[in-house]
């Protein structure tokens, strides 16, 4: 598996793994509807990208790899300190941008 697609699946699977405490955590109907729609393009972005390729030297997916790990280390860290589900929902929102841009990158 290459980087870009370990990467977007460490995205999608860790939000996979959160969204129930999350969903717990988020009071307003409106945030569990925008948290269930943000893994749901997680996962859309993730499954595209299965059985394909990147092109490995592009510097646009290299970049968008680095970030989409950055921002899986951000929700994980929001997560753990879940100080405002807001917040959360907001590097969710952030990491799924990115993952969604990188797998338009995918190739065949």
Known sequence: MGDALSALEDFYFSLR???S???VATT????RDTLNS???????????????M????????I????QLKTATDQVKAAVTQMGSISKVIDD???GVTIATQLAGLVVG
């Open 17 to 19: 793994d959160q969204v």
């Open 21 to 23: 405490m999350l969903s």
């Open 28 to 31: 307003p109907q409106e945030q």
């Open 38 to 52: 943000q893994v749901v393009a997680a996962r859309t972005a993730y499954w595209a990208c299965v059985n394909k």
């Open 54 to 61: 990147f092109h490995d030297d592009d510097p646009q997916v």
């Open 63 to 66: 970049s968008l790899t680095s």
């Open 92 to 94: 969710i929102t952030e």
